[in-house]
Protein backbone atom coordinates (compact mmCIF):
# COMPACT_ATOMS: atom_id res chain seq x y z
CA UNK A 1 0.00 0.00 0.00
CA UNK A 2 1.24 3.08 -0.72
CA UNK A 3 -0.39 5.21 1.64
CA UNK A 4 1.86 3.47 4.69
CA UNK A 5 4.45 5.12 6.26
CA UNK A 6 8.00 3.76 6.36
CA UNK A 7 9.12 2.29 9.41
CA UNK A 8 12.28 0.69 10.54
CA UNK A 9 13.83 -0.55 13.87
CA UNK A 10 17.44 -0.22 15.13
CA UNK A 11 18.60 -2.50 17.94
CA UNK A 12 21.43 -1.51 20.25
CA UNK A 13 22.26 -2.40 23.77
CA UNK A 14 18.50 -3.11 25.01
CA UNK A 15 17.27 -6.77 26.38
CA UNK A 16 14.60 -7.00 23.56
CA UNK A 17 12.14 -6.30 25.82
CA UNK A 18 11.13 -3.10 23.84
CA UNK A 19 10.94 -5.50 21.22
CA UNK A 20 8.69 -7.93 23.08
CA UNK A 21 6.66 -5.23 24.30
CA UNK A 22 5.66 -4.12 20.67
CA UNK A 23 4.86 -7.95 19.75
CA UNK A 24 2.87 -7.82 22.81
CA UNK A 25 0.33 -5.84 20.33
CA UNK A 26 -0.77 -9.22 19.00
CA UNK A 27 -2.94 -8.22 16.74
CA UNK A 28 -3.19 -5.07 17.06
CA UNK A 29 0.48 -5.39 15.19
CA UNK A 30 -0.59 -7.69 12.46
CA UNK A 31 -3.15 -4.31 12.12
CA UNK A 32 -0.56 -2.15 12.16
CA UNK A 33 1.30 -3.87 9.35
CA UNK A 34 -1.57 -4.49 7.60
CA UNK A 35 -2.73 -1.10 7.24
CA UNK A 36 -0.65 1.56 8.23
CA UNK A 37 3.53 0.50 8.50
CA UNK A 38 5.80 -0.95 6.18
CA UNK A 39 8.49 -2.12 8.30
CA UNK A 40 11.46 -1.60 6.12
CA UNK A 41 13.75 -3.55 8.48
CA UNK A 42 14.46 -5.23 12.27
CA UNK A 43 16.08 -7.69 13.93
CA UNK A 44 13.98 -10.28 15.31
CA UNK A 45 10.82 -9.58 14.07
CA UNK A 46 11.49 -8.82 10.03
CA UNK A 47 13.95 -10.59 7.78
CA UNK A 48 15.78 -7.46 6.47
CA UNK A 49 18.31 -5.65 9.16
CA UNK A 50 20.69 -3.95 7.39
CA UNK A 51 19.03 0.65 7.96
CA UNK A 52 17.36 1.84 5.24
CA UNK A 53 15.70 4.67 4.47
CA UNK A 54 12.45 5.23 6.55
CA UNK A 55 9.92 7.64 7.60
CA UNK A 56 10.30 6.89 11.24
CA UNK A 57 12.62 4.57 13.12
CA UNK A 58 12.95 3.27 16.50
CA UNK A 59 15.72 2.64 18.25
CA UNK A 60 15.87 0.13 21.25
CA UNK A 61 18.92 0.49 23.97
CA UNK A 62 21.42 2.64 24.69
CA UNK A 63 24.55 3.05 21.97
CA UNK A 64 27.91 1.33 24.06
CA UNK A 65 30.68 4.31 22.64
CA UNK A 66 33.65 1.20 22.84
CA UNK A 67 31.60 -0.74 19.94
CA UNK A 68 32.55 1.36 16.17
CA UNK A 69 29.50 -0.88 15.15
CA UNK A 70 26.65 0.75 17.34
CA UNK A 71 27.65 4.15 16.78
CA UNK A 72 27.81 3.73 13.44
CA UNK A 73 24.25 1.90 12.94
CA UNK A 74 23.12 4.57 14.94
CA UNK A 75 24.37 7.35 13.17
CA UNK A 76 23.48 5.52 10.06
CA UNK A 77 20.19 5.46 11.55
CA UNK A 78 20.02 9.39 12.00
CA UNK A 79 20.70 10.14 8.51
CA UNK A 80 18.29 7.47 7.03
CA UNK A 81 15.33 8.27 9.20
CA UNK A 82 13.15 11.81 9.23
CA UNK A 83 11.95 10.79 12.67
CA UNK A 84 13.99 8.96 15.25
CA UNK A 85 12.12 7.66 17.89
CA UNK A 86 13.97 6.70 21.33
CA UNK A 87 11.94 3.66 22.50
CA UNK A 88 12.26 2.27 25.91
CA UNK A 89 14.50 3.77 29.03
CA UNK A 90 18.15 2.61 27.97
CA UNK A 91 17.43 4.60 24.72
CA UNK A 92 15.93 7.91 26.26
CA UNK A 93 18.07 7.78 29.55
CA UNK A 94 20.70 4.65 29.66
CA UNK A 95 18.39 3.28 32.51
CA UNK A 96 19.87 -0.35 33.92
CA UNK A 97 22.81 0.40 31.46
CA UNK A 98 23.63 3.57 33.22
CA UNK A 99 25.00 1.09 35.56
CA UNK A 100 27.21 -0.90 33.95
CA UNK A 101 31.31 -0.93 34.54
CA UNK A 102 32.15 -3.28 31.91
CA UNK A 103 33.86 -6.54 32.05
CA UNK A 104 31.05 -8.79 30.80
CA UNK A 105 31.99 -11.73 28.58
CA UNK A 106 32.67 -11.44 25.68
CA UNK A 107 33.23 -8.26 25.27
CA UNK A 108 34.37 -7.11 28.39
CA UNK A 109 36.02 -4.01 27.27
CA UNK A 110 32.59 -2.44 26.15
CA UNK A 111 31.93 -0.65 29.16
CA UNK A 112 30.60 2.90 27.88
CA UNK A 113 26.91 2.89 27.58
CA UNK A 114 25.43 6.30 26.70
CA UNK A 115 21.49 7.10 25.58
CA UNK A 116 21.10 7.52 21.90
CA UNK A 117 20.49 11.17 22.32
CA UNK A 118 24.03 12.35 24.05
CA UNK A 119 25.31 10.88 20.31
CA UNK A 120 22.57 11.72 17.84
CA UNK A 121 19.51 14.13 17.55
CA UNK A 122 16.26 12.03 19.00
CA UNK A 123 12.86 13.66 18.03
CA UNK A 124 10.57 11.72 20.40
CA UNK A 125 10.78 9.75 23.36
CA UNK A 126 9.09 6.37 24.77
CA UNK A 127 10.42 6.22 28.00
CA UNK A 128 9.30 3.08 30.28
CA UNK A 129 10.69 -0.60 31.47
CA UNK A 130 9.75 -1.85 29.47
CA UNK A 131 7.48 0.50 27.38
CA UNK A 132 4.36 -0.68 27.05
CA UNK A 133 2.77 -2.36 24.05
CA UNK A 134 -0.63 0.13 24.56
CA UNK A 135 2.26 3.46 24.43
CA UNK A 136 4.05 2.26 21.28
CA UNK A 137 0.69 1.20 19.85
CA UNK A 138 -0.66 5.12 20.31
CA UNK A 139 2.80 6.95 19.03
CA UNK A 140 2.85 4.62 16.11
CA UNK A 141 -0.71 5.27 14.96
CA UNK A 142 -0.22 9.10 15.57
CA UNK A 143 3.12 8.75 13.84
CA UNK A 144 1.34 7.42 10.87
CA UNK A 145 -1.55 10.49 11.41
CA UNK A 146 0.94 12.71 11.54
CA UNK A 147 2.20 11.57 8.31
CA UNK A 148 -0.84 10.37 6.23
CA UNK A 149 -3.81 11.69 8.25
CA UNK A 150 -5.97 15.00 7.04
CA UNK A 151 -4.66 18.50 8.71
CA UNK A 152 -7.20 17.59 11.72
CA UNK A 153 -5.43 14.47 12.35
CA UNK A 154 -1.97 16.22 11.75
CA UNK A 155 -2.99 18.87 14.71
CA UNK A 156 -4.16 15.89 16.91
CA UNK A 157 -1.07 13.70 16.22
CA UNK A 158 0.79 16.82 16.90
CA UNK A 159 -0.57 17.84 19.67
CA UNK A 160 -0.06 14.16 21.17
CA UNK A 161 3.30 13.62 20.52
CA UNK A 162 4.76 17.41 21.48
CA UNK A 163 5.35 16.24 25.07
CA UNK A 164 7.27 13.29 23.60
CA UNK A 165 9.32 15.80 21.69
CA UNK A 166 9.57 17.85 24.68
CA UNK A 167 11.22 15.13 26.75
CA UNK A 168 13.56 14.63 24.02
CA UNK A 169 14.59 17.81 24.29
CA UNK A 170 14.13 17.58 27.79
CA UNK A 171 17.33 15.57 28.63
CA UNK A 172 19.30 12.15 28.31
CA UNK A 173 19.02 11.40 32.22
CA UNK A 174 16.43 10.09 34.77
CA UNK A 175 16.37 9.17 37.91
CA UNK A 176 13.66 8.79 40.84
CA UNK A 177 15.36 12.37 41.86
CA UNK A 178 13.21 14.30 39.16
CA UNK A 179 10.34 13.94 41.12
CA UNK A 180 12.37 15.64 44.27
CA UNK A 181 13.64 18.13 41.99
CA UNK A 182 11.44 18.74 39.22
CA UNK A 183 7.85 18.20 41.28
CA UNK A 184 7.82 18.13 44.82
CA UNK A 185 10.72 20.89 44.74
CA UNK A 186 8.80 22.73 42.93
CA UNK A 187 5.60 23.23 44.99
CA UNK A 188 3.64 21.16 42.35
CA UNK A 189 3.12 17.26 43.87
CA UNK A 190 -0.79 16.59 45.32
CA UNK A 191 0.23 13.19 46.27
CA UNK A 192 -2.35 11.29 42.69
CA UNK A 193 -0.14 7.96 43.14
CA UNK A 194 1.25 7.97 39.52
CA UNK A 195 4.68 7.34 39.82
CA UNK A 196 4.72 4.95 42.39
CA UNK A 197 2.06 3.04 39.92
CA UNK A 198 4.48 3.58 37.02
CA UNK A 199 7.53 2.66 38.58
CA UNK A 200 8.79 -1.25 37.66
CA UNK A 201 10.99 -2.05 40.35
CA UNK A 202 8.52 -1.41 42.87
CA UNK A 203 10.61 1.41 44.49
CA UNK A 204 8.47 4.11 45.11
CA UNK A 205 6.36 4.07 48.15
CA UNK A 206 3.65 6.98 49.29
CA UNK A 207 4.80 8.43 52.82
CA UNK A 208 1.78 10.77 54.10
CA UNK A 209 0.44 11.06 50.44
CA UNK A 210 3.90 11.92 48.74
CA UNK A 211 6.47 10.21 46.86
CA UNK A 212 9.20 8.06 48.58
CA UNK A 213 11.88 6.36 47.10
CA UNK A 214 14.70 3.89 47.63
CA UNK A 215 17.42 5.17 45.45
CA UNK A 216 18.90 2.15 45.25
CA UNK A 217 16.66 0.04 43.39
CA UNK A 218 15.76 3.08 40.93
CA UNK A 219 16.96 1.98 37.64
CA UNK A 220 16.59 5.36 36.11
CA UNK A 221 13.86 4.50 33.53
CA UNK A 222 11.81 7.37 33.64
CA UNK A 223 8.83 6.06 34.38
CA UNK A 224 8.42 7.49 37.71
CA UNK A 225 8.61 11.08 36.31
CA UNK A 226 7.23 10.74 32.80
CA UNK A 227 3.92 9.48 34.57
CA UNK A 228 3.53 12.13 36.81
CA UNK A 229 0.60 14.65 35.47
CA UNK A 230 2.52 17.14 37.14
CA UNK A 231 5.24 16.33 35.33
CA UNK A 232 3.89 17.43 31.89
CA UNK A 233 0.11 17.35 30.97
CA UNK A 234 -2.06 18.88 28.26
CA UNK A 235 -5.36 19.64 28.15
CA UNK A 236 -6.50 19.64 24.56
CA UNK A 237 -5.34 16.54 24.39
CA UNK A 238 -6.12 14.61 27.50
CA UNK A 239 -9.55 16.46 27.99
CA UNK A 240 -10.18 14.18 24.57
CA UNK A 241 -9.34 11.20 25.88
CA UNK A 242 -12.22 9.26 24.88
CA UNK A 243 -12.42 10.46 21.46
CA UNK A 244 -8.56 9.64 21.31
CA UNK A 245 -8.79 5.96 22.98
CA UNK A 246 -11.88 5.48 20.34
CA UNK A 247 -10.06 6.83 17.48
CA UNK A 248 -7.09 4.67 18.35
CA UNK A 249 -9.01 1.73 19.36
CA UNK A 250 -10.89 2.33 15.86
CA UNK A 251 -7.79 2.31 13.41
CA UNK A 252 -6.65 -1.21 15.01
CA UNK A 253 -9.95 -2.63 14.02
CA UNK B 1 -22.58 24.97 30.20
CA UNK B 2 -19.06 26.68 30.90
CA UNK B 3 -16.04 25.06 30.63
CA UNK B 4 -15.34 25.52 34.31
CA UNK B 5 -17.99 22.51 34.82
CA UNK B 6 -16.05 20.16 32.18
CA UNK B 7 -18.25 18.26 29.09
CA UNK B 8 -21.09 16.02 30.83
CA UNK B 9 -23.91 14.47 29.61
CA UNK B 10 -26.55 14.94 32.48
CA UNK B 11 -26.77 16.93 35.84
CA UNK B 12 -28.63 16.26 38.83
CA UNK B 13 -29.07 16.40 42.38
CA UNK B 14 -29.30 13.35 44.06
CA UNK B 15 -28.84 10.52 47.23
CA UNK B 16 -28.63 6.94 47.85
CA UNK B 17 -31.92 4.73 48.37
CA UNK B 18 -30.07 2.44 50.58
CA UNK B 19 -30.24 3.93 54.17
CA UNK B 20 -27.12 2.15 55.52
CA UNK B 21 -25.22 3.64 52.69
CA UNK B 22 -26.68 6.79 54.04
CA UNK B 23 -25.65 6.44 57.60
CA UNK B 24 -21.75 6.12 57.26
CA UNK B 25 -21.46 8.29 53.90
CA UNK B 26 -20.63 12.01 53.83
CA UNK B 27 -22.81 13.30 51.82
CA UNK B 28 -26.02 11.34 49.07
CA UNK B 29 -23.72 8.17 49.29
CA UNK B 30 -23.07 8.66 45.55
CA UNK B 31 -19.86 6.85 45.32
CA UNK B 32 -20.15 4.16 48.00
CA UNK B 33 -23.63 3.63 46.04
CA UNK B 34 -22.72 3.62 42.30
CA UNK B 35 -19.89 1.34 43.11
CA UNK B 36 -22.06 -1.25 45.36
CA UNK B 37 -23.73 -1.32 42.21
CA UNK B 38 -21.30 -1.82 39.86
CA UNK B 39 -19.69 -4.60 41.71
CA UNK B 40 -22.92 -5.98 42.22
CA UNK B 41 -23.45 -5.80 38.23
CA UNK B 42 -20.36 -7.57 37.24
CA UNK B 43 -19.41 -3.84 35.95
CA UNK B 44 -15.91 -3.75 37.86
CA UNK B 45 -14.56 -6.36 40.04
CA UNK B 46 -13.08 -4.48 42.99
CA UNK B 47 -12.86 -0.54 43.57
CA UNK B 48 -9.64 1.59 44.81
CA UNK B 49 -10.76 3.82 47.62
CA UNK B 50 -9.65 5.75 50.82
CA UNK B 51 -9.48 3.20 53.56
CA UNK B 52 -8.34 4.00 57.20
CA UNK B 53 -5.31 3.30 58.49
CA UNK B 54 -7.07 0.87 61.00
CA UNK B 55 -8.92 -0.66 58.33
CA UNK B 56 -5.27 -1.11 55.91
CA UNK B 57 -3.91 -2.47 59.41
CA UNK B 58 -6.72 -5.47 59.89
CA UNK B 59 -6.63 -6.19 56.46
CA UNK B 60 -2.85 -5.53 54.96
CA UNK B 61 -3.76 -7.67 51.85
CA UNK B 62 -6.09 -4.98 50.74
CA UNK B 63 -4.05 -1.98 51.15
CA UNK B 64 -0.63 -0.38 49.29
CA UNK B 65 1.64 -0.66 52.21
CA UNK B 66 3.89 1.48 52.77
CA UNK B 67 6.73 1.90 55.63
CA UNK B 68 4.64 3.15 58.15
CA UNK B 69 4.06 2.01 61.67
CA UNK B 70 1.34 0.45 61.56
CA UNK B 71 0.99 -0.11 65.26
CA UNK B 72 1.18 3.46 65.64
CA UNK B 73 -2.66 4.96 65.95
CA UNK B 74 -3.48 7.42 63.35
CA UNK B 75 -6.88 8.27 62.94
CA UNK B 76 -8.22 9.72 59.88
CA UNK B 77 -5.40 8.70 57.63
CA UNK B 78 -6.10 7.36 54.52
CA UNK B 79 -4.92 4.41 53.18
CA UNK B 80 -5.51 3.66 49.48
CA UNK B 81 -7.05 -0.27 49.43
CA UNK B 82 -8.78 -2.46 47.18
CA UNK B 83 -12.18 -3.38 47.98
CA UNK B 84 -13.79 -6.23 46.45
CA UNK B 85 -17.23 -5.99 48.86
CA UNK B 86 -20.27 -3.65 50.15
CA UNK B 87 -19.28 -4.63 53.40
CA UNK B 88 -15.52 -2.84 52.97
CA UNK B 89 -16.82 -0.37 50.93
CA UNK B 90 -19.09 0.90 53.99
CA UNK B 91 -15.95 0.99 55.99
CA UNK B 92 -14.36 3.16 53.86
CA UNK B 93 -17.40 5.35 53.24
CA UNK B 94 -17.16 8.90 54.26
CA UNK B 95 -14.11 12.13 53.16
CA UNK B 96 -11.16 12.25 54.61
CA UNK B 97 -9.71 15.57 53.80
CA UNK B 98 -5.95 14.10 53.40
CA UNK B 99 -3.99 12.82 50.87
CA UNK B 100 -5.03 9.56 49.68
CA UNK B 101 -2.63 8.82 46.42
CA UNK B 102 -4.90 6.38 45.53
CA UNK B 103 -3.68 5.88 41.60
CA UNK B 104 -0.89 4.14 43.07
CA UNK B 105 -2.79 0.85 43.35
CA UNK B 106 -4.00 1.60 39.63
CA UNK B 107 -1.49 -0.89 38.03
CA UNK B 108 -1.31 -3.24 41.17
CA UNK B 109 -4.82 -3.80 41.39
CA UNK B 110 -4.96 -5.95 38.01
CA UNK B 111 -1.64 -7.53 39.40
CA UNK B 112 -1.34 -9.29 42.59
CA UNK B 113 -5.31 -7.78 43.35
CA UNK B 114 -6.65 -9.57 39.76
CA UNK B 115 -8.72 -6.98 38.84
CA UNK B 116 -9.60 -7.53 34.96
CA UNK B 117 -12.39 -4.17 35.28
CA UNK B 118 -11.23 -1.39 38.15
CA UNK B 119 -13.11 1.10 39.99
CA UNK B 120 -11.13 3.97 41.13
CA UNK B 121 -12.42 7.10 43.57
CA UNK B 122 -10.19 10.33 43.05
CA UNK B 123 -9.67 13.85 43.20
CA UNK B 124 -9.69 15.81 40.10
CA UNK B 125 -6.36 15.64 39.99
CA UNK B 126 -6.32 12.19 40.31
CA UNK B 127 -8.50 11.49 37.29
CA UNK B 128 -6.23 13.39 35.35
CA UNK B 129 -3.71 11.07 36.07
CA UNK B 130 -5.83 8.59 35.01
CA UNK B 131 -6.67 9.75 31.99
CA UNK B 132 -2.68 10.92 31.17
CA UNK B 133 -2.00 7.25 32.13
CA UNK B 134 -4.99 5.48 29.06
CA UNK B 135 -3.47 7.89 26.64
CA UNK B 136 0.65 8.07 27.60
CA UNK B 137 0.54 4.57 29.56
CA UNK B 138 4.68 5.05 30.19
CA UNK B 139 4.28 2.12 33.46
CA UNK B 140 0.91 1.21 32.78
CA UNK B 141 1.22 -1.40 30.40
CA UNK B 142 -2.40 -3.06 29.96
CA UNK B 143 -4.17 -0.81 32.80
CA UNK B 144 -5.66 1.47 30.65
CA UNK B 145 -8.21 -0.65 29.17
CA UNK B 146 -9.01 -2.38 32.54
CA UNK B 147 -10.17 1.15 34.04
CA UNK B 148 -13.86 0.20 33.91
CA UNK B 149 -15.71 3.33 36.31
CA UNK B 150 -13.49 6.55 37.53
CA UNK B 151 -15.57 8.35 40.14
CA UNK B 152 -13.95 11.81 40.67
CA UNK B 153 -15.24 14.11 43.53
CA UNK B 154 -15.35 18.13 43.78
CA UNK B 155 -12.03 19.44 45.40
CA UNK B 156 -11.06 22.71 46.06
CA UNK B 157 -7.58 21.64 47.68
CA UNK B 158 -6.23 19.16 50.14
CA UNK B 159 -4.36 18.46 53.39
CA UNK B 160 -1.63 16.90 53.91
CA UNK B 161 -2.31 14.28 57.56
CA UNK B 162 -0.45 16.72 59.56
CA UNK B 163 -2.41 19.95 58.83
CA UNK B 164 -5.70 17.67 59.43
CA UNK B 165 -4.14 17.11 63.11
CA UNK B 166 -3.22 20.94 63.41
CA UNK B 167 -6.88 21.99 62.61
CA UNK B 168 -8.34 19.25 64.50
CA UNK B 169 -6.43 19.01 67.46
CA UNK B 170 -5.21 22.87 67.85
CA UNK B 171 -7.61 24.98 66.03
CA UNK B 172 -10.61 22.88 66.49
CA UNK B 173 -8.97 21.72 70.00
CA UNK B 174 -10.62 18.53 69.58
CA UNK B 175 -8.71 14.76 69.75
CA UNK B 176 -8.32 13.21 66.47
CA UNK B 177 -10.20 10.03 67.47
CA UNK B 178 -12.94 11.48 68.86
CA UNK B 179 -13.64 13.06 65.36
CA UNK B 180 -17.30 11.05 63.90
CA UNK B 181 -17.23 13.85 60.86
CA UNK B 182 -15.21 16.55 59.40
CA UNK B 183 -17.01 18.67 56.07
CA UNK B 184 -16.39 21.43 54.34
CA UNK B 185 -19.54 23.32 53.59
CA UNK B 186 -20.86 27.35 53.63
CA UNK B 187 -18.13 28.99 53.66
CA UNK B 188 -16.55 26.75 56.83
CA UNK B 189 -14.25 23.45 57.95
CA UNK B 190 -16.56 21.74 60.38
CA UNK B 191 -15.51 19.15 62.45
CA UNK B 192 -18.30 17.12 64.30
CA UNK B 193 -17.05 15.41 67.82
CA UNK B 194 -18.95 11.79 68.90
CA UNK B 195 -20.56 13.05 71.75
CA UNK B 196 -22.01 15.66 69.26
CA UNK B 197 -20.16 18.45 70.01
CA UNK B 198 -19.72 20.75 66.47
CA UNK B 199 -16.84 22.98 66.07
CA UNK B 200 -16.44 25.52 62.98
CA UNK B 201 -13.31 27.33 61.46
CA UNK B 202 -13.61 29.61 59.39
CA UNK B 203 -12.07 28.58 55.70
CA UNK B 204 -9.59 31.65 56.21
CA UNK B 205 -7.90 29.57 59.24
CA UNK B 206 -7.38 26.41 57.31
CA UNK B 207 -5.95 28.09 53.65
CA UNK B 208 -2.31 28.06 55.18
CA UNK B 209 -2.54 23.95 55.98
CA UNK B 210 -3.34 23.12 52.40
CA UNK B 211 -1.28 21.03 50.31
CA UNK B 212 0.81 23.47 47.83
CA UNK B 213 0.55 21.38 44.85
CA UNK B 214 -3.49 22.07 44.70
CA UNK B 215 -2.42 25.55 43.92
CA UNK B 216 -1.88 24.93 40.29
CA UNK B 217 -4.95 22.75 40.21
CA UNK B 218 -7.22 24.29 37.09
CA UNK B 219 -10.37 21.39 37.77
CA UNK B 220 -12.58 21.71 40.91
CA UNK B 221 -15.72 19.68 39.76
CA UNK B 222 -13.46 16.53 38.29
CA UNK B 223 -14.04 17.03 34.47
CA UNK B 224 -12.22 13.76 33.78
CA UNK B 225 -14.03 11.31 35.31
CA UNK B 226 -16.80 9.12 34.14
CA UNK B 227 -19.30 10.19 37.15
CA UNK B 228 -18.39 13.53 39.24
CA UNK B 229 -20.28 13.83 42.26
CA UNK B 230 -20.08 16.23 45.30
CA UNK B 231 -21.94 18.07 48.40
CA UNK B 232 -22.04 21.68 46.58
CA UNK B 233 -24.84 22.62 44.37
CA UNK B 234 -27.33 20.04 46.46
CA UNK B 235 -29.15 20.07 49.79
CA UNK B 236 -27.88 18.74 53.01
CA UNK B 237 -27.67 14.98 52.37
CA UNK B 238 -27.86 15.23 48.97
CA UNK B 239 -24.97 15.07 46.24
CA UNK B 240 -24.56 17.20 42.62
CA UNK B 241 -23.95 14.48 40.34
CA UNK B 242 -22.39 15.04 36.66
CA UNK B 243 -22.83 12.48 34.25
CA UNK B 244 -19.65 12.79 31.55
CA UNK B 245 -18.58 9.86 29.53
CA UNK B 246 -20.21 7.45 27.57
CA UNK B 247 -18.99 4.57 30.35
CA UNK B 248 -20.62 6.63 32.96
CA UNK B 249 -24.31 7.50 31.37
CA UNK B 250 -23.74 3.52 31.26
CA UNK B 251 -23.61 2.94 34.43
CA UNK B 252 -25.60 5.83 35.86
CA UNK B 253 -28.48 4.74 33.53
CA UNK B 254 -28.30 1.06 35.12
CA UNK B 255 -27.77 2.30 38.37
CA UNK B 256 -31.19 4.36 37.80
CA UNK B 257 -33.28 1.99 36.48
CA UNK B 258 -32.52 -0.67 39.35
CA UNK B 259 -33.66 2.17 41.67
CA UNK B 260 -30.33 3.06 43.16
CA UNK B 261 -30.95 6.49 43.52
CA UNK B 262 -33.50 8.98 44.64
CA UNK B 263 -32.76 12.39 42.17
CA UNK B 264 -34.16 15.67 41.74
CA UNK B 265 -33.69 18.29 39.01
CA UNK B 266 -30.57 20.49 39.62
CA UNK B 267 -32.48 23.49 38.00
CA UNK B 268 -34.99 22.47 41.06
CA UNK B 269 -32.67 22.27 44.38
CA UNK B 270 -30.98 25.22 45.81
CA UNK B 271 -28.68 26.09 45.75
CA UNK B 272 -27.81 24.69 42.73
CA UNK B 273 -25.09 24.32 39.44
CA UNK B 274 -24.92 28.64 40.25
CA UNK B 275 -22.64 27.87 43.34
CA UNK B 276 -21.14 25.25 41.82
CA UNK B 277 -20.20 27.80 38.79
CA UNK B 278 -19.24 30.20 41.42
CA UNK B 279 -16.91 28.38 43.25
CA UNK B 280 -15.11 26.49 39.83
CA UNK B 281 -14.78 29.76 38.66
CA UNK B 282 -13.09 31.02 42.00
CA UNK B 283 -10.63 28.07 42.19
CA UNK B 284 -9.90 28.57 38.40
CA UNK B 285 -9.11 31.86 38.94
CA UNK B 286 -7.35 31.99 42.06
CA UNK B 287 -5.26 28.83 40.46
CA UNK B 288 -4.42 30.85 37.34
CA UNK B 289 -3.36 33.71 39.10
CA UNK B 290 -0.56 31.16 41.37
CA UNK B 291 0.36 30.10 37.73
CA UNK B 292 1.32 33.18 36.33
CA UNK B 293 2.74 34.68 39.78
CA UNK B 294 5.15 31.66 39.40
CA UNK B 295 6.28 32.62 35.55
CA UNK B 296 7.89 35.21 37.39
CA UNK B 297 8.65 34.07 40.93
CA UNK B 298 12.16 34.85 41.14
CA UNK B 299 14.95 37.25 39.75
CA UNK B 300 14.60 35.99 36.19
CA UNK B 301 13.88 32.80 37.33
CA UNK B 302 10.44 30.98 36.92
CA UNK B 303 9.01 28.16 38.31
CA UNK B 304 8.04 25.05 36.34
CA UNK B 305 4.69 25.19 34.77
CA UNK B 306 3.62 21.72 34.23
CA UNK B 307 0.86 22.30 31.83
CA UNK B 308 1.88 22.69 27.93
Known amino acids: MADKITVGYTHLSGCTGCTVALADNYAGLLTLLDKYVDLKYMPTLADARHIQKVDVSFVEGSCCINDKLAVEELKETREKSAVVVALGGCACYGNITRFSRGGQQNQPAHEAYLPIGDVIKVDVYIPGCAPTPQMIRNVAVMAYLLLKGTKEQKDLATAFLKPLMMAAQKGTTACFCDLMTEVINQGLCMGCGSCAAACPVRAITHEYGKPQGVRDLCIKCGACYNQCPRSWFSFDVVSNYEAINEAIMAALQ | ?308
Open chain 2, 1 to 308: MGAELGNYKSCVSARSTDKEILRHAQDGGIVTQLFGFALDEGIIDGAIVAATKEFAHKHPEKAMMDNSNMEFHEPWRPIPVVVTTKADMLAAAGTKYNISPNVSLIKEATRSFGLDKVGIVGTPCQMQAVRKGQLYPIGLRDVGSSIALAVGIFCMENFPYQSIIQLVEDHAAMKMESVRKMEIGKGKFWVYGKRGQVVQLPLKVTHKYEQPGCHVCLDYVANLADVSTGSVGSPDGWSTVFVRSKIGDSVWGKAMAAGCFETQPIEKVKPGLELVTKLANEKITKNKKTLEERATFGVGKALRNPYI
